[in-house]
């Protein structure tokens, strides 16, 4: 019995595989249509009574499937604490705590809900790369994230030392410019906080240029990760 629902969930290139596999799709793309919905103003009470059954026919759906799952696995532990175990949980958790919880007090908890969408990873060949690029890549990703935040840190304190004076609201304190470090180094530049001494414009230039590399390095580092994913996947297809 085990043996053929582990064949069923976990093998998608049976009949039966593919049809539980783009049913749990469509109701993925489903609860996630009728959250947004939800979130429109003044939805009538027939509207948000049939959001309620989307929400509990759904969520009943992918709790027998996180069970069934766990009932499957040769390890359920590690199934449980792994990456797609936490995201089937967390695609539940909000809709039991709000049965036994007022969320009107705890509304942040209502956000685990987008975690559904993450379900739509196992489901998803060419999706399913990036979470094998992940781990591919996880070293470079941290150097990576390290270097970005030495560089924040960096570019507020220089910010800070020359527009310090001629700016002291904007400028306060380090912590302050943070802001400006982020916006300018990502190159996003929002404009709402600008240098207007010479060394700043200066120093700005300069974090300007660095930050084209700090958008352009993740981007190269996750082609190259997903290339070698393609890779892995397709040795992991043929020992199957």
Known sequence: ????????????????GRVFD????????LSLVSFSI???????STTIRILRYIDIFTVGVFTIEYILRIYVAKKPF???????????????????????????SLRVF??????RALKLIRYSRAL????????????????????TGILIFLSAAGIYFFENEAQPQAFKSIFHSLWWAVVSLTTVGYGDIIPITIGGRIFTFFVLII?????????????SSLSKARVIEEEEWKEA
């Open 1 to 16: 019995m085990r043996k053929k629902i582990r064949s069923i969930i976990d093998d998608n290139t049976t009949k039966a």
């Open 38 to 44: 939800e979130t429109l103003p003044d939805n009538s």
């Open 22 to 29: 783009y049913s749990i799709q469509f109701l993925i793309l």
């Open 211 to 223: 930050g084209v590399g700090v958008v352009t390095i993740p981007a190269g580092l996750v082609a």
């Open 110 to 115: 209502r956000v685990f809900r987008v975690f």
């Open 128 to 147: 399913r790369r990036f979470h094998i690029a992940a781990g591919v890549v996880k070293e470079e990703l941290v150097l990576f994230f390290i270097i």
């Open 78 to 104: 590690s199934y449980i604490f792994s990456f797609y175990g936490i995201v089937d949980f967390l695609a539940i958790f909000p809709f039991y705590l709000k049965s036994t919880i007022d969320l009107r």
